[in-house]
């Protein structure tokens, strides 16, 4: 192995950690590992469902009881902070030179904001004790071993990250440490076709992307929070294996580039049309919709979106290029019983803000329409997707649309 390419992030999951003997072949995978040549860095998160039990308990004990976000934040940091400690001793038991980091101590190096229950890694502050407490310990191959999940205000505070915490730990530490590689150590062989408990027989993907990867978690899917996926570097991969493997080489599914952090909203550079099909169950006549689709598809057009009801169909595309695209689907409703007309509503203007976590922001869509309404500016379509969300207003209106929205927006930024 390349001299440069040795350090490599393991963070392993609570299911990973479930019993004594998940925790010997954990330990065993990174020793392994070790004698191969590699620098493991490892994170773990509690073991089993140890932090759900400390939440049940602790909501019951202090939930009328002062600073109950702050004491709830030290409770639940126990669950990643006794991971830690066991797995560390694991491995010196077994001959290997291992650190044990825990936030009360000086060199403790995930530092967030004040915000207990979801805080947020400070970055700067994170990189700079990652390369001054972490760094020099690979150097002398001794392992360390951090507790995912925790991080420490600049006065002293435990804090917990929230969900994604340890996965976020991992990310921030190959970030710092330029690492070859992150590995998740997880209950399943890799991110799947599907959700097992939905659909029969998915298989474990080989590579996906980051943005496929940010869909499938907008739609629910829990492989890797969204949050998390904020934090891993574009140019490191992370790779989602299975505990049962026992090693760090087990082929898994490799996940592949980074997500913008910043929030985008951009115009649309042209006019878009709107062109609305009415009718009787239009959206429930599969022969309609692969008409409309193929003439699409074989005209080279971009659908940019679309929505229904049970009475219609919204296609919303830009105006360029139609080259008599109208006429033939006017020809297609005048064949299909069910589709009785068409309008069509030109000169119309897309935006389009994307955001990591978007979705989750309570009152965005209020956020952005509210100061539209204030101005008298018409919405003729808005709709979210995969962390986006597109609006349609009148062309002429685009401009002060445009700033209305990066303005109500500006602090989400």
């Not at 350090?7 to 999951?13: A, L, P, Q, S």
């Not at 379509?381 to 962390?387: Q, R």
């Amino acid at each position: 192995m390349s001299e440069e390419n040795k350090i490599v992030v393991v963070k392993f999951g609570g299911s990973s950690l479930a019993s004594s003997e998940r925790i010997i072949k954990a330990a065993n995978s990174i020793i392994e590992a070790a004698k191969k040549g590699y620098k493991p860095v490892v994170v773990v998160s509690a073991m089993g469902k140890s932090t759900d039990q400390l939440l049940e308990i602790a909501k019951e004990t202090i939930k009328n009881g002062r600073n109950f976000k702050e004491l709830l934040d030290d409770i639940l940091s126990m669950g990643e902070r006794t991971s830690a400690r066991i797995f560390a001793a694991t491995l010196k038991a077994n001959g290997v030179n291992a650190k044990y980091f825990d936030p009360m101590g000086e060199d403790w190096p995930i530092i967030t904001d004040k915000a207990h229950g979801n805080a947020k890694p400070i970055l700067e502050e994170c990189i700079k004790g990652i390369k001054k407490y972490v760094s020099p310990l690979i150097a002398q191959n001794i392992i360390p071993v951090i507790p995912g999940f925790i991080g420490k205000t600049s006065s002293g505070e435990i804090t917990t990250i929230g969900r994604g915490g340890s996965d976020t730990t991992a990310f921030i530490l190959a970030q710092a440490l330029n690492a070859k590689e992150v590995i998740l150590v997880t209950d399943v062989e890799g991110i799947m076709t599907g959700d097992p408990k939905l659909v029969k027989n998915p298989k474990p993907l080989d590579i996906i992307p980051i943005q496929a990867l940010a869909g499938l978690a907008d739609s629910g899917a829990k492989f890797i929070h969204k949050k998390a996926l904020k934090y891993k570097p574009p140019n490191i991969d992370v790779k989602v294996i299975s505990y049962e493997a026992g090693t760090i080489e087990a082929k898994g599914t490799i996940i592949k580039g980074g997500l913008a952090n910043e929030l985008s909203i951009e115009l649309f550079p042209k006019p878009m049309l709107m062109v609305t099909i009415v009718g009787r169950g239009v959206s429930e006549e599969p022969e309609v919709i692969k008409s409309i689709i193929e003439e699409i598809k074989t005209r080279g057009i971009e659908l940019t979106g679309s929505s229904s009801d049970y009475n219609s169909l919204i296609l919303y595309l830009p105006e360029e290029r139609l080259n008599g695209f109208l006429d033939s689907i006017h020809e297609i409703i005048k064949t299909h019983e069910k589709t009785l007309a068409m309008a069509v509503k030109k000169n119309l203007a897309l935006i389009q803000i994307v955001g990591v976590g978007l979705e989750e922001t309570p009152g965005v869509i209020g956020k952005i329409s509210n100061p539209l309404y204030e101005r008298n500016i018409n919405i003729y379509g808005i709709f979210t997707i995969t962390s986006s969300i597109k609006v349609l207003v009148e062309w002429n209106d685009k401009d002060e649309a445009l700033t209305l929205i990066k303005k109500a927006l500006k602090e989400e930024d």
